[in-house]
């Protein structure tokens, strides 16, 4: 196949991807070795460095600066000034050179650094996805982006190798707009989930990451519940939830934007775990709480 590049948004660089593409991944159950989040089979196809949405919660670039600085000094900067994005000559290699039929009938995740869908990056996930889909690889695709509605109709006519997930933190709007300040409100991305349900794919929500009740969300209990509710409503496959990690810088950026103290400790995560769990049962949805510190 023939890779085009056209990118509208400026990015922080380029980097040289290597065969192959998909890389072993620990988001997978503990059977296989992984840490128990039913993510993948243990694999992942990541393809950039950084993320223009700029979630001040997300504790990736705690990752890209233990590992990448030394090599990508743009990773100094801070969280969401930076993409990194393949070198077009080297992508087009890898994506020739990956095994693809390796990984037949396996589930792989896209992504869990960056989201797949950005528009710097949306003409490498579409190859990515039209050369895996064809070699027999099913993907379960994470993404907070709009952008993926333009791949619908490619992932429909593989619909029985996708599982198509979303992620959102709240469905309170004004928390909304300080912990994900570049990301679609949570009732678009629910909009986006109706449309792959009726491109007959299999959808799912990861509720992440859950903040304890603070000022501007008082009420966690009326969150979780309105935003299950709303998930039981499309008829969702499965549901997953997790706590805010304390990694990095992320815990101070979102204390600083709060104003407030965030506390994250086994007896408040046990707490959130078990209301979670209580929705699940009360709006009748498949799924599970990962639980980080208890």
């Given at each position: 196949m023939q890779f085009r590049l056209s990118l509208s948004n400026a990015v922080s660089g380029e980097f040289k991807v290597r065969a192959p593409l998909i890389k072993p991944s620990r988001l997978t159950d503990v059977s296989r070795g992984g840490v128990g989040k039913e993510l993948s089979?243990?694999?992942v196809v990541n393809f950039a460095?950084?993320?223009?949405?700029?979630?001040?919660?997300?504790?990736?670039?705690?990752?890209?600066?233990?590992?990448?600085?030394g090599k990508y000094p743009e990773t100094k900067g801070e969280w969401g000034t930076y993409l990194l994005i393949p070198e077009p000559v080297s992508f087009k290699k890898a994506l020739e050179e990956t095994p693809w039929h390796k990984w037949r009938d396996e589930l792989v995740l896209m992504s869990s650094t960056h989201d797949p869908f950005l528009p710097q990056l949306l003409p490498y996930a579409k190859a990515i996805l039209e050369t895996g889909l064809k070699h027999g690889v099913h993907f379960l695709i994470q993404t907070r982006s709009l952008n993926a509605l333009q791949l619908l109709p490619i992932l429909a006519e593989y619909k029985n190798q996708v599982i198509f997930q979303v992620s959102i933190a709240t469905?309170?709007?004004?928390?909304?707009?300080?912990?994900?300040?570049?990301?679609?409100?949570?009732?678009?991305?629910?909009?986006?989930?109706?449309?792959?349900?009726?491109?007959?794919?299999?959808?799912?929500?990861?509720?992440?990451?859950?903040?304890?009740?603070?000022k501007l969300r008082p009420s966690l209990e009326q969150d979780l519940d309105t935003l299950m509710r709303k998930l039981a409503s499309i008829g969702v496959n499965q549901v997953f939830g997790e706590m805010l990690h304390v990694r990095g810088f992320n815990i101070k950026r979102l204390e600083q934007l709060l104003g407030e103290r965030i506390i994250i400790n086994g007896e408040v995560d046990r707490w959130v775990g078990s209301l979670f769990e209580e929705l699940l049962k009360k709006h009748r949805l498949n799924g599970k709480y990962w639980y980080e510190y208890y």
């Open positions: 089979t243990g694999w460095i950084g993320c223009t949405h700029a979630c001040p919660f997300c504790y990736v670039d705690n990752i890209h600066k233990r590992f990448f600085t469905v309170n709007e004004t928390l909304r707009r300080v912990i994900e300040p570049h990301v679609s409100p949570a009732e678009a991305r629910l909009m986006m989930l109706k449309k792959a349900k009726e491109h007959g794919l299999r959808i799912g929500v990861i509720i992440a990451p859950i903040i304890p009740p603070n």
